[in-house]
């Protein structure tokens, strides 16, 4: 199975603050038809995970510009700028290249 | 607007079954890819299962592979999620995610607690 490590386990941040998220994989996520297929994932407190980014770096429907994704092979990197209180929760990314789809353990990101 | 309600969790002993639903609308329901995942109390996401459009593939991880059954009726927009031999480590929040823009699990519905325990 694909293990995804997702760092760091807890991210204090200040509002209006820049954080940054890596995720990394333990092999290449470049599927056989040239895509590669991870994406992210913000749950709120109490809330069901919505998507954030799918395949590297293209924002879902209604995400705002501040959440950006990057990364290629198997290092990949959320980033969220002017973090506001709505951005608060457990961050995770996915891989779905390979079976069975795995995800990292997890980011909380909480106000410093 | 997509909408995904699941019921069925409750409390259930170890050993015994449990069917979760999840009715699905305001897209083509048989158009898409189907999954459950799940979440143990304070844990991580786990995927659980995937369905193809006509229920003629489904796809399990070893986790729960011959325990649990991924159903689907498309002319009542519902999956369904037989679980069989429970286990403690079974108990968690079980959503129903919907594919979409390439993604297997683009929407998700609100979750339904599965507690198994004597």
């Known amino acids: 199975d694909v293990v995804m490590t997702q760092t760091p386990v807890s991210l204090p941040v200040s509002l209006g603050g820049q954080a940054s998220i890596s995720c990394r994989s333990s092999?290449?996520?470049?599927?056989?038809?040239?895509?590669?297929?991870l994406h992210w994932y913000l749950q709120k407190p109490g809330q069901s995970p919505q998507l954030l980014i799918y395949?590297?770096?293209n924002r879902f429907s209604g995400v705002p510009d501040r959440f950006s994704g990057s990364g290629s092979g198997t290092d990949f990197t959320l980033k969220i700028s002017r973090v506001e209180p709505e951005d608060l929760g457990d961050y995770y990314c996915?891989?779905?290249?390979?079976?069975?789809?795995?995800f990292g353990s997890g980011t909380k990101l909480e106000i410093k | 607007e997509v909408q995904l309600v699941e019921t069925g969790g409750g409390l259930v002993q170890p050993g015994r079954s449990l069917k979760l639903s999840c009715v699905a609308s305001?897209?083509?329901?048989?158009?898409?890819?189907m999954y459950w995942i799940r979440q143990a109390p304070g844990k991580g996401l786990e995927w659980v299962s995937s369905?193809?459009?006509?229920?003629?593939?489904?796809y399990y991880p070893d986790s729960v592979k011959g325990r649990f059954t991924i159903s689907r009726d498309n002319a009542e927009n519902t999956v369904y999620l037989q679980m069989n031999s429970l286990r403690s480590e079974d108990t968690a929040t079980y959503y129903c995610?919907?594919?979409?823009?390439?993604?297997?699990?683009?929407?998700w519905g609100q979750g339904t607690l599965v507690t198994v325990s004597s």
């Open positions: 995610a919907k594919s979409g823009f390439g993604v297997p699990f683009a929407y």
């Open positions: 305001g897209f083509t329901f048989s158009s898409y890819w």
């Open positions: 369905i193809n459009t006509d229920g003629g593939s489904t």
């Open positions: 092999q290449s996520l470049v599927h056989s038809n040239g895509n590669t297929y």
């Open positions: 395949r590297v770096s």
């Open positions: 996915l891989q779905s290249t390979h079976f069975p789809l795995t």
